[in-house]
């Protein structure tokens, strides 16, 4: 079956834009879950939605940074007035629901910001 | 607070060689999740495998096998006999008993050469 996948690939913004990424995760994934990871790090915990709800988004840097997942299914990832220091891969995982299970992850999004 | 540490930042060896990466772990809560990752040049993280903390049994997969051990809090990696195709980079993650979000390690970058 089809795994997690992202759009776009690889995002490069000028310092200041707005961009939006999206996730479409696993058909009947319940939990989804945003990432970023700097380059040679590991990942690091932005938010995550349970079904529409967003049940924690205590890993989100600034309030530039917003996540939606309005109808359960497809997330969008917003960061605005975007700088430097946004410049990292964001991936983002699904399960199958939030306890006890792995967490499947897309290929990521690679921004730059110049 | 949660913490995942894996002190190998690059391990090199030579094919057929077999080669353990480290990982020790911190948490208070008495129940949790760990977790191991590879993550190939192509970038994308493919799960390898759940541990659960109230399961100590050790497995293996193939050339694959996990040592788990709730005494040292250290959940290692072990790939017998490595092939060229096993170089990645693995993370090793943790998730507590709240929550769904995942504590990577800063990941080993593992060469194997031909």
């Known amino acids: 079956g089809a795994g997690v996948s992202q759009s776009p690939r690889y995002k490069v913004a000028k310092r200041g834009q707005d961009v939006a990424l999206r996730c479409d995760p696993i058909?009947?994934?319940?939990?989804l879950f945003w990432y970023q990871q700097a380059l040679g790090q590991g990942p690091e915990f932005l938010t995550y939605?349970?079904?529409?709800?967003?049940?924690?988004k205590s890993g989100l840097p600034s309030d530039r940074f917003f996540a939606e997942r309005p109808e359960g299914s497809v997330s969008t990832l917003k960061i605005q007035r975007t700088q430097q220091e946004d410049s990292a891969v964001y991936l983002c995982?699904?399960?199958?629901?939030?306890?006890?299970?792995?967490?499947?992850f897309g290929p990521g999004t690679r921004l730059t910001v110049l | 607070a949660q913490k995942v540490t894996q002190a190998q930042t690059e391990i090199s060896v030579v094919e057929k060689e077999d080669v353990t990466l480290d990982c020790v772990y911190e948490?208070?809560?008495?129940?949790?999740?760990l977790f191991w990752y590879k993550q190939p040049p192509s970038g994308e993280l493919v799960f390898l495998i759940r541990?659960?903390?109230?399961?100590?049994q050790n497995e293996i997969s193939g050339r694959y096998s996990w040592n788990f051990q709730k005494s040292t809090s250290s959940f290692n990696f072990t790939i017998t006999a490595s092939q060229v195709v096993d170089s990645a980079v693995y993370f090793c993650?943790?998730?507590?008993?709240?929550?769904?979000?995942?504590?990577f390690g800063q990941g080993t970058e593992l060469s194997v050469k031909p």
């Open positions: 995982a699904s399960s199958l629901r939030l306890a006890y299970n792995e967490q499947f």
């Open positions: 058909s009947g994934h319940v939990s």
């Open positions: 939605f349970q079904n529409e709800a967003q049940l924690d």
């Open positions: 948490t208070r809560d008495t129940t949790y999740y």
């Open positions: 541990r659960n903390s109230f399961d100590e």
């Open positions: 993650a943790l998730r507590g008993n709240q929550g769904g979000k995942l504590i």
